[in-house]
């Protein structure tokens, strides 16, 4: 009888724990998949001083979209947004020319944000790219932490 009582409590207190997990970290998954920090300078001289760093780092910028200016031209007023597309040839050569790495291509270029918030401070926003290649392991873990880490480097030089 006391057996049986004790199954039925652990198995409910295992699917109440799961549910718990589950609730929480679904709830934190956003904040744990993205990371943004408060750039030092102003919009411009963030701007300014990202072009320059990802130059000196040998970084090229595929593309930058204007979102401020993108959206105003459909009839919204935003606060200024822009969006770098950003690719290392190495890194990105080392997963494209592999056919079942290839799956992550989506998640290319890397991409960086510089924005305004209400607060007239400058923000720098970006995937958690080193927490988003654990789960693929091999050579798309490895590049992409490779990756990650400089795009970090750079962006440390410009946040508080």
């Not at 799961?18 to 929480?24: E, T």
């Not at 040998?58 to 007023?77: A, F």
């Not at 290319?108 to 401070?121: H, N, T, W």
Request: charged share 25%.
């Amino acid at each position: 009888m006391y057996t049986m009582k004790y199954a039925i409590t652990g198995l409910f207190s295992a699917l109440v724990g799961g549910l718990l997990v589950g609730i929480i970290g679904f709830y934190s998954l956003p904040g744990l998949m993205m990371l943004e920090d408060e750039s030092k300078y102003d919009f411009e001289t963030t701007i300014e001083m990202l072009d320059e760093e990802l130059n000196k780092a040998g970084w090229s910028v595929l593309t930058i979209h204007d979102m401020q200016e993108t959206l105003k031209s459909h009839g919204h007023d935003v606060m200024s947004v822009k969006i770098y597309e950003l690719c290392s040839s190495k890194y990105s050569a080392e997963i494209l020319v592999l056919d079942d790495e290839r799956i992550v291509s989506p998640m290319m270029p890397c991409r960086v944000a510089i924005y305004e918030k209400s607060d007239g401070k400058t923000y720098i926003a970006r995937m958690d790219s080193e927490l988003l290649a654990k789960p693929f392991g091999g050579v798309i873990n490895e590049v992409m932490q490779t990756a990650a880490s400089e795009i970090e480097d750079v962006l440390v030089k410009l946040t508080r």
